[in-house]
């Protein structure tokens, strides 16, 4: 089944018009009409909204092929209360999104930082000097204008 065909069937399961769906996950109308008619896929955003919206669809049937939805299985008292339950084939696996080996606090620290540059010190000065070349011949330096981080500006004009 693919995604598009996903999409459909959670139309079906909740009894949606694609109108309703889409206004109900904050989504353009013409976005689930051109999934429905095959012109377009859906993006991540639009699957994220609807597993967020409607959590019984996870994302792991969404994405794989081989995941079945089964909707006959009768609900449990614990955390999955109310949820569809989805299974590839008959054994259900639970796979943590993030092994806990994974989550590291340290990690923040060894993250490679890229190498700013630390700004070049200019005197007014050696300004001053280097609006006296003129760098094609035949050609006069009308300005210099130099922009700060801060949103001001400096214009220069030779003497």
């Known amino acids: 089944m693919s995604i598009n065909d996903k999409i459909k069937q959670v139309l079906l399961t909740k009894n949606l018009s694609p109108s309703y ?3 109900d996950i904050g989504v353009q109308r013409s976005s689930i009409s051109h999934i429905l008619s095959g012109r377009n896929r ?3 955003d639009i699957i994220q909204k609807i597993v967020r919206r409607f959590p019984e669809f996870n994302y792991e049937w969404f994405l794989d092929d081989d995941v079945q939805l089964l909707t006959e299985q009768a609900p449990t008292a614990d955390s999955t209360a109310g949820r569809l339950d989805v299974t ?3 054994t259900r696996t639970e ?3 993030v092994a806990p080996s994974d989550i ?3 990690r923040s620290a060894s993250v490679n ?3 700013v540059p630390k700004p070049i010190a200019v005197s007014e000065g050696s300004l001053q000097q280097s609006a006296d070349v003129s760098p ?3 050609k006069q330096i009308d300005r210099i204008l130099i922009f700060y981080t801060d ?3 400096r214009e220069y004009t030779p003497a």
């Open 21 to 23: 769906l889409a206004d």
């Open 42 to 44: 859906p993006s991540l």
């Open 88 to 90: 590839r084939g008959q």
């Open 95 to 97: 796979r943590p999104l």
């Open 104 to 106: 590291n606090t340290e």
């Open 113 to 115: 930082r890229p190498n």
């Open 136 to 138: 094609i011949a035949g």
């Open 151 to 153: 949103g001001t500006f």
